[in-house]
C-alpha cells in the first residue's frame, strides 16, 4: 500500500459534497462509524487503508469488491425464512431507499408480515436496515406488513413504530396506531430519509 495514498485517505472528509464525485462510504468493523471518500480518486482494485477517526482501528478495502454490501445482504439474509432474496421476496416488490445527505440509494426486497425499518447497528435484531448516518432514524423506525387481501392481492400496510421523528407520507405525518396503506410509488420520509415502495413487475 502507498503509503501517500494512505495518508491521503486518513485526512479525507466525512461530509464532502458529492459534487463531480463518486463518494462511497466504508463502516469500521470495531465501532461501526462511517467513512466517506472519493472512490474516483483511486483505479479499481486498488488497496486501500483507512484509519478510524472515532476509534483509531486501521483496516483496509480493496476498490471494486463492496464488504459493506456484501455484509449487509448476508445478515439480510440470515434474518428472512426464505433461502434465496432472488426468489420469493423480489416477488413481493421492494422499497428504493435515498438518504438525502449523500444521495446514497439502497434497494431492500421485503418479505410476507412484518418489514421493521430502521437504522442499521451491530446487534439491532430488524429484518429490514438502513445503513445511514441520519440520526434521525430510529434503530426501530416504522414497520411495512405485506400480507395479501380478500381478492389474494398483495396489500402493503405502513405503519410508525414510535420513533422520534415520525414517518410521513406525502409530507402528512402518520399519527400514532394509525395505519397507512401504502402502493406502487408511494414516497414516504423518515428522519431526513426518503423511501419509495416498488413493486415487482407482476404487480
Given at each position: 500500500?502507498?503509503?501517500?495514498?494512505?495518508?491521503?485517505?486518513?485526512?479525507?472528509?466525512?461530509?464532502?459534497?458529492?459534487?463531480?464525485?463518486?463518494?462511497?462510504?466504508?463502516?469500521?468493523?470495531?465501532?461501526?462509524?462511517?467513512?466517506?471518500?472519493?472512490?474516483?480518486?483511486?483505479?479499481?482494485?486498488?488497496?486501500?487503508?483507512?484509519?478510524?477517526?472515532?476509534?483509531?482501528?486501521?483496516?483496509?478495502?480493496?476498490?471494486?469488491?463492496?464488504?459493506?454490501r456484501r455484509t449487509q445482504r448476508e445478515e439480510n439474509e440470515q434474518?428472512?425464512?426464505?433461502?434465496?432474496?432472488?426468489?420469493?421476496?423480489?416477488?413481493?416488490?421492494?422499497?428504493?431507499?435515498?438518504?438525502?445527505?449523500?444521495?446514497?440509494?439502497?434497494?431492500?426486497?421485503?418479505?410476507?408480515?412484518?418489514?421493521?425499518?430502521?437504522?442499521?447497528?451491530?446487534?439491532?435484531?430488524?429484518?429490514?436496515?438502513?445503513?445511514?448516518?441520519?440520526?434521525?432514524?430510529?434503530?426501530?423506525?416504522?414497520?411495512?406488513?405485506?400480507?395479501?387481501?380478500?381478492?389474494?392481492?398483495?396489500?402493503?400496510?405502513?405503519?410508525?413504530?414510535?420513533?422520534?421523528?415520525?414517518?410521513?407520507?406525502?409530507?402528512?405525518?402518520?399519527?400514532?396506531?394509525?395505519?397507512?396503506?401504502?402502493?406502487?410509488?408511494?414516497?414516504?420520509?423518515?428522519?431526513?430519509?426518503?423511501?419509495?415502495?416498488?413493486?415487482?413487475?407482476?404487480?
Amino acid at each position: 500500500m502507498d503509503l501517500q495514498a494512505e495518508e491521503r485517505l486518513s485526512t479525507l472528509p466525512q461530509t464532502s459534497s458529492p459534487t463531480h464525485c463518486e463518494m462511497k462510504r466504508v463502516r469500521c468493523p470495531k465501532c461501526d462509524n462511517f467513512i466517506t471518500f472519493d472512490e474516483t480518486r483511486y483505479a479499481e482494485g486498488q488497496s486501500l487503508v483507512f484509519q478510524c477517526p472515532e476509534c483509531g482501528k486501521q483496516f483496509g478495502i480493496r476498490l471494486g469488491v463492496s464488504k459493506l454490501r456484501r455484509t449487509q445482504r448476508e445478515e439480510n439474509e440470515q434474518n428472512r425464512a426464505t433461502p434465496t432474496v432472488d426468489d420469493t421476496s423480489s416477488q413481493l416488490g421492494s422499497i428504493v431507499v435515498i438518504e438525502n445527505v449523500f444521495h446514497y440509494k439502497q434497494v431492500l426486497p421485503l418479505q410476507m408480515g412484518d418489514n421493521q425499518i430502521g437504522r442499521y447497528q451491530k446487534g439491532n435484531p430488524i429484518n429490514t436496515p438502513i445503513e445511514t448516518v441520519d440520526p434521525s432514524v430510529d434503530l426501530l423506525h416504522c414497520v411495512i406488513n405485506v400480507s395479501y387481501d380478500k381478492q389474494g392481492r398483495l396489500k402493503y400496510v405502513l405503519r410508525d413504530a414510535n420513533s422520534n421523528t415520525g414517518t410521513f407520507v406525502d409530507n402528512v405525518e402518520i399519527p400514532p396506531r394509525e395505519r397507512r396503506v401504502i402502493y406502487d410509488g408511494t414516497l414516504f420520509t423518515i428522519g431526513a430519509t426518503s423511501i419509495i415502495l416498488k413493486l415487482s413487475n407482476e404487480e
